[in-house]
């Protein structure tokens, strides 16, 4: 009796399905569920720091749209010549449901909200980015699942076991549509799967902060901080394995200076920040107020 194994990883045979003429994109669906399971563990951990919930809804309100624009005007920025230039659409620029969010601008765009919002209610920041660090560590990786219904951000090719095969998408009218068509069965090319070697990296990252965050009280933003160093470590070693088109300076790819920067950046900002946790009094005085009070 023979048996078969199935030696690559196969991609998906379409990342669009269609209701009627209503595009339904896998890529959109994997942000919005990384976004309800980054909400939900937020909500839980900041409760338990001492904060108001009502404070991560208000936060939810500025956080998603300046993520998304944030993270679309990083991507446009760092691969401006897939917009811009003979042969290319600029409005396309704006069609976030078709992949491109940079994760470095999504967060950047994401705290300077953040951080506006807790000015005016007079809020310390810290906690809540302690609180919201491992549902977004965690939200990455879901979203990573998104590139792969996208056949994008791969790695070079390779014969490993678990390569990912890449298959000849066409759409309706035979043409090649890598992102909306669906598989032909052609594979044309076996890559490494660095969506996968990341999304791996993140939910391990994921389990990290959480041990480390109980083991040793971190507080004062220094949870967050090690996630900014931790994803930074583990997205710089994945941007040396992908070979897909990349804007360079001096001969290595624009996210992987931006990683090294920003690691280098989180791990100082981490030993500079205060040692211990606040105080639930601390986080939220005038709720806490209200609480006894009541």
């Known amino acids: 009796m023979e048996t ?27 942000i919005i569920a990384g976004i309800i399971v980054a909400l939900w563990i937020t909500l839980r951990r900041y409760k338990a720091r001492g904060g108001n919930p009502d404070v991560v809804w208000d936060a939810v309100i500025v956080v998603i749209p300046a993520g998304i624009v ?9 691969d401006w010549d897939k917009y811009f230039g003979p042969g290319r659409d600029p409005w396309q620029a704006f069609n976030v449901t078709a992949g491109g969010l940079g994760i470095w601008g999504a967060v950047a765009a994401g705290v300077l909200g953040v951080w506006a919002l807790f000015r005016v209610k007079k809020l310390p920041l810290g906690p809540f980015l302690d609180s919201a660090a491992p549902g977004v560590i965690l939200a990455q990786a879901i979203g990573r699942l998104g590139n792969w219904f996208n056949q994008e951000l791969y790695g070079r090719p390779t014969d490993v076991p678990w390569a990912l095969d890449i298959y000849y998408r066409v759409g309706p009218d035979g043409s090649y549509a890598p992102l909306t068509g669906r598989s032909t069965g052609e594979v044309i ?22 041990w480390a965050d109980r083991r040793f009280r971190l507080g004062h933003g220094r949870v967050f901080a090690l996630y900014v160093a931790g994803y930074s470590l583990g997205r710089s070693c994945v941007e040396l394995m992908r070979a897909d088109e990349a804007n360079m300076i001096l001969g290595l790819r624009v996210n992987t200076w931006v990683s090294a920067i920003v690691l280098i950046v989180a791990v100082i900002v981490f030993f500079r920040l205060r040692k211990g946790r606040e105080t639930p009094e601390e986080v939220d005085p005038t709720y806490h107020r209200e609480r006894a009070e009541a």
């Not at 990883?9 to 994997?30: D, F, T």
């Not at 999304?199 to 990290?208: A, S």
């Open 4 to 30: 078969t194994i199935l030696a690559n990883i196969p991609s998906p045979p379409q990342g669009v399905w269609y209701l009627g003429r209503l595009p339904i994109r896998a890529y959109a669906l994997c």
């Open 189 to 210: 090319a076996s890559v490494h799967p660095t969506f996968l070697y990341e999304m791996l990296w993140n939910i391990l990252l994921f389990c990290f902060l959480l």
């Open 70 to 78: 944030g993270g679309r005007l990083y991507h446009v920025i760092t």
